[in-house]
């Protein structure tokens, strides 16, 4: 018999991958001007199209 092949990555995959980012965008916005506002800007923009985008279907 096939073992049945683990379920984890495609139901929290894309919700793992936004909450990561949005921490890394969180983390970077703290840690000074700059580079780290564009760091922030893109680590808090991915999620918020991607949650637009899934709106939207």
């Not at 919700?15 to 890394?24: C, D, E, N, Q, R």
């Not at 916005?29 to 780290?36: E, K, N, P, V, Y």
Request: hydrophobic share 55%; net charge positive.
């Amino acid at each position: 018999m096939k073992k049945n092949a683990s379920t984890f990555w495609p139901v929290f995959g894309m919700p793992s991958l936004i909450a990561v980012l949005g921490f890394a965008g969180l983390v970077t916005a703290l840690l000074g001007d700059g580079g780290w506002d564009v760091l922030a800007w893109i680590g808090l923009g991915i999620p918020a199209l991607l949650s637009l985008r899934g709106l939207c279907r």
